[in-house]
């Protein structure tokens, strides 16, 4: 699916259209589902960001979070008094206290986001063999072009 010739404005125009109600509408349903949850969005985060990296400082946490170190550590008080997840000191420099995910924080998790896999499986079944190639296609050629696209700066 590479392009063979840039595509014209009201393409390019049309194509951002689309791409933009689809994200506005998927945006809209996920945060309908994730104020179902007992957990704050900021909370939620913090699990996905400890999930996929695994234990971390409360000052690292920060950072990638895009947050102030006393912010994160409110939201990490919070969710230690709810048991989602622990501070631990290292063992090799006791200065050093991590943050890691508790399996209540991973059950947590798991009731925000999951069954979207599920979900997947039950929209793309409705697709041919050929849309089904034709999707991944596109959205590798997609995360291609948005790293490679100049910042938004």
């Known amino acids: ?40 969005p ?18 690292h946490l920060a950072s990638l979070l895009g947050i102030s170190p006393p912010s994160a550590s409110a939201i990490v008080d919070r969710m230690v008094d709810g048991g989602l997840v622990v501070r631990e000191r290292s063992e090799e420099d006791r200065r050093t206290v991590g943050v890691s995910l508790t399996p209540s924080g991973e059950a947590a998790l798991k009731a925000a ?3 979207r896999r599920g979900w997947l499986q039950r929209v793309l ?19 291609r072009a948005i790293a490679e696209a100049p910042s938004a700066d």
Do not use: F, K, Y
């Open 1 to 40: 699916m590479t392009a063979t010739r840039p595509a014209s404005r009201p393409e390019l125009a049309s194509a951002v259209d689309a791409v933009q109600e689809w994200i506005d509408r998927r945006q809209r349903v996920m945060l309908a589902h994730l104020h179902q949850c007992n957990q704050s």
């Open 42 to 59: 900021a909370q939620l985060h913090v699990l996905g960001v400890l999930r996929e990296g695994g234990s971390t400082t409360v000052s």
């Open 113 to 115: 986001i999951g069954g």
């Open 125 to 143: 079944g409705q697709l041919d063999d050929t849309e089904l190639r034709d999707t991944v296609t596109v959205m590798r050629r997609l995360e």
